[in-house]
């Protein structure tokens, strides 16, 4: 599979402060669901942001679609990546269908009115999200759940090649969670790729394809989550001890050792 | 691996609204023929009684096809020309100008709580105007003083807003405020300087807002330039709304951020203190138009801004025959808009709590 998106050897500090990041590298291929994995502070969201191009980095770069993302103008990269951000409050009642359409400006630039391909698109990624319903009300109104099937759905109106979510499950209940976990899964199946930052290992065993690991600011594990999500390496992420377990059906389960917990 | 695997999210919709788009374009060609309806009533308006009668019999002569009596044909020719015409395009030009600068300002601070009051660029651009005023003799240069004011107290106070929190509503309006008093203190030091009997009269009464001050020939150096501003801002309407996402919401949209920003803040700026250079320091409707506006036809800057631009004309015409029409001598329009603007302040208060409840 070819990659759509790359980190190269990416540094980054914030002003003159301790280095973010020293030398992350990893990969995104079409199809895949990339988990980024890592302890508070790990660098999780400022590599989210080097993807993005919304910070540059001091050494290193990152590479989309074969050429330097510093190359590509914002719209250029707002065609190929989207962001679809941790939910926050929002302060101006745009109306679902008004905030979806915002994925459009990548191809329609800020100027030109939309035409009939820009309103199917956006039908389009409201009905794929199961919003449709939801199209004419105010996006302030919607519930945590519903707030990031919009996001999600602006970024499917991109129509871009990768989709990089800061912590999407956030604020979501359990059900929710797992509902979208699985949608990420479809829409990855269907040839987008998805980076998303996680503090869930459980989630990265059910629902990524791939897991990379952050500790002080390099990658330190990188493949298939059952082979990375090891009691060792949860150890050496967060510090807990953990114990892995294999169900019935397969399927992996982690479960931290509380007597271990409160000792750290 | 996962058990978890429903095709699709199935979260309990409830029942949807809907036509806020048409509803939108409906209160726009409402209020666009409100505004020269009521520019029209406010030209009868006044202390020396003028009907539609007379203003029609009038404009019949002017354009030859009526025979008025000459006195009275040059009595509301003068009345019409010297003194109502001038204030009424004052009043819409600088409302309107002042709404639009508000609505592009809530948007690209994604803040519903600020206006070019609020952020400091009126204290700003008073203080340049006072300045200019006592350092120079030529007005183009005390204009020039005015612009450089305001953009001067918006950098000031959405700096000091960065400075202490990020991306924190609060923490940029306390920057204003800092930004705003900061050019109050200084603008008393002018006074203060100023020539007691001929500088510093002139400086308080402009800047106690008066309408009555503008005439024809200063409306058309001014009327391009703001109108130009007010328009800009509703073409740059979609930008507007990918700014109101927040700064990297916006950029990851595709949006050239820092460019859009800088273009956005110094149209709004520069017509914004335009208008303290025509009329002094109107406050409030930099606020109250855009939440009133965006009541009426949601925050889609491309119908908010015009929106916006045409009650914020609407509002000032109307504060400006209250402040003629009020007592046997005219009252600042300042001091109107202050009176007014506060109890509606306590309605947008009730708003936008309502809207950053969740």
């Given at each position: 599979?070819?990659?759509?998106?790359?980190?190269?050897?990416?540094?980054?500090?914030?002003?003159?402060?301790?280095?973010?990041?020293?030398?992350?590298?990893?990969?995104?291929?079409?199809?895949?669901?990339?988990?980024?994995?890592?302890?508070?502070?790990?660098?999780?969201?400022?590599?989210?942001?080097?993807l993005l191009g919304l910070i540059k980095p001091l050494m290193g770069g990152v590479i989309l679609a074969g050429q330097p993302l510093a190359s590509w103008s914002r719209r250029e990269?707002?065609?190929?990546?989207?962001?679809?951000?941790?939910?926050?409050?929002?302060?101006?009642?745009?109306?679902?269908r008004d905030l979806v359409a915002l994925g459009r400006i990548s191809q329609r630039g800020l100027f030109d009115n939309l035409i009939r391909r820009d309103r199917k698109a956006v039908d389009a990624a409201m009905t794929r999200l199961g919003i449709a319903d939801l199209?004419?009300?105010?996006?302030?109104?919607?519930?945590?759940?519903?707030?990031?099937?919009?996001?999600?759905?602006?970024?499917?109106?991109?129509?871009?090649?990768?989709?990089?979510?800061?912590?999407?499950?956030?604020?979501?209940?359990?059900?929710?969670?797992?509902?979208?976990?699985?949608?990420?899964?479809?829409?990855?199946?269907?040839?987008?790729?998805?980076?998303?930052s996680t503090h869930h290992p459980d989630h990265v065993l059910g629902g990524a394809s791939r897991a990379v690991l952050l500790h002080d600011g390099?990658?330190?594990?990188?493949?298939?989550?059952?082979?990375?999500?090891?009691?060792?390496?949860?150890?050496?992420?967060?510090?807990?001890r953990v114990a892995r377990h294999a169900l019935p059906d397969g399927s992996l389960a982690l479960a931290p050792d509380m007597g271990a917990a409160h000792h750290v | 691996m996962g058990d978890a695997t429903p095709a699709s999210l199935t979260i309990p919709v409830p029942s949807s609204r809907s036509g806020a788009g048409m509803g939108a374009s409906v209160w726009l060609g409402g209020l666009a023929l409100l505004l020269p309806m009521a520019m029209v009533g406010a030209l009868t308006f006044g202390r020396y009684p003028l009907s539609l009668h007379d203003l029609s019999a009038f404009i019949q002569t002017a354009t030859?096809?009526?025979?008025?009596?000459?006195?009275?044909?040059?009595?509301?020719?003068?009345?019409?020309?010297?003194?109502r015409l001038p204030r009424i395009l004052a009043a819409v030009l600088i409302g309107a100008a002042l709404a639009s600068s508000g609505a592009a300002y809530q948007s690209v601070f994604v803040n519903p709580l600020v206006s070019p009051g609020i952020l400091g660029v009126l204290a700003g651009a008073s203080f340049g105007a006072a300045l200019g005023m006592v350092?120079?003799?030529?007005?183009?240069?005390?204009?020039?003083?005015?612009?450089?004011?305001?953009?001067?107290?918006?950098?000031?106070?959405?700096?000091?807003?960065?400075?202490?929190?990020?991306?924190?509503?609060?923490?940029?309006?306390?920057?204003?405020?800092?930004?705003?008093?900061?050019?109050?203190?200084?603008?008393?030091?002018?006074?203060?300087?100023?020539?007691?009997?001929?500088?510093l009269p002139a400086i308080v009464?402009?800047?106690?807002?008066?309408?009555?001050?503008?005439?024809?020939?200063?409306?058309?150096?001014?009327?391009?330039?703001?109108?130009?501003?007010?328009?800009?801002?509703?073409?740059?309407?979609?930008?507007?709304?990918?700014l109101a996402?927040?700064?990297?919401?916006?950029?990851?949209?595709?949006?050239?951020?820092?460019?859009?920003?800088?273009?956005?803040?110094?149209?709004?700026?520069?017509?914004?203190?335009?208008?303290?250079?025509?009329?002094?320091?109107?406050?409030?409707?930099?606020?109250?138009?855009?939440?009133?506006?965006?009541?009426l036809v949601g925050p889609l800057n491309r119908t908010l801004v015009p929106a916006s631009a045409l009650l914020g004309g609407l509002f000032l015409l109307a504060a400006d025959m209250l402040a003629r029409g009020v007592s046997e001598t005219e009252l600042p329009i300042g001091v109107v808009t202050e009176l007014i603007g506060l109890p509606a302040f306590l309605l947008v208060l009730r708003n936008v709590r309502k809207g950053w409840a969740t």
């Open positions: 599979m070819s990659v759509l998106l790359a980190a190269d050897q990416l540094h980054f500090a914030y002003g003159a402060g301790r280095p973010v990041l020293s030398g992350a590298s990893l990969a995104v291929r079409a199809g895949e669901v990339v988990a980024l994995l890592g302890a508070n502070g790990s660098g999780k969201s400022t590599l989210l942001k080097l990269v707002a065609r190929r990546i989207a962001y679809v951000p941790q939910n926050q409050a929002m302060p101006f009642p745009y109306r679902v199209a004419d009300r105010p996006y302030t109104e919607l519930s945590g759940g519903q707030r990031q099937l919009c996001l999600i759905a602006r970024a499917l109106a991109q129509e871009s090649s990768v989709i990089v979510m800061d912590e999407p499950a956030t604020g979501l209940d359990y059900g929710n969670q797992w509902r979208l976990l699985a949608l990420i899964k479809d829409l990855a199946a269907e040839g987008r790729a998805f980076i998303q390099t990658v330190v594990a990188d493949g298939i989550p059952s082979a990375v999500i090891t009691p060792e390496f949860i150890q050496r992420l967060y510090g807990l | 030859g096809f009526g025979a008025m009596a000459p006195e009275q044909f040059n009595l509301i020719h003068n009345l019409i020309w010297e003194i350092a120079f003799k030529s007005w183009a240069l005390v204009q020039v003083a005015t612009v450089a004011g305001g953009l001067a107290a918006v950098i000031i106070g959405v700096g000091i807003g960065r400075m202490f929190g990020e991306r924190s509503v609060v923490m940029l309006v306390l920057g204003g405020i800092f930004s705003g008093a900061l050019f109050s203190g200084l603008l008393a030091l002018v006074k203060f300087l100023a020539d007691p009997y001929q500088q009464y402009w800047l106690m807002g008066s309408l009555g001050q503008v005439d024809l020939a200063q409306l058309a150096r001014y009327a391009p330039i703001m109108l130009a501003g007010v328009f800009g801002l509703a073409v740059l309407g979609r930008a507007l709304d990918a996402m927040g700064e990297d919401e916006a950029a990851a949209l595709g949006v050239p951020v820092a460019t859009v920003r800088a273009g956005v803040i110094i149209f709004a700026t520069v017509i914004s203190a335009m208008t303290v250079a025509l009329a002094g320091m109107i406050g409030w409707i930099g606020l109250l138009a855009p939440h009133i506006a965006r009541l």
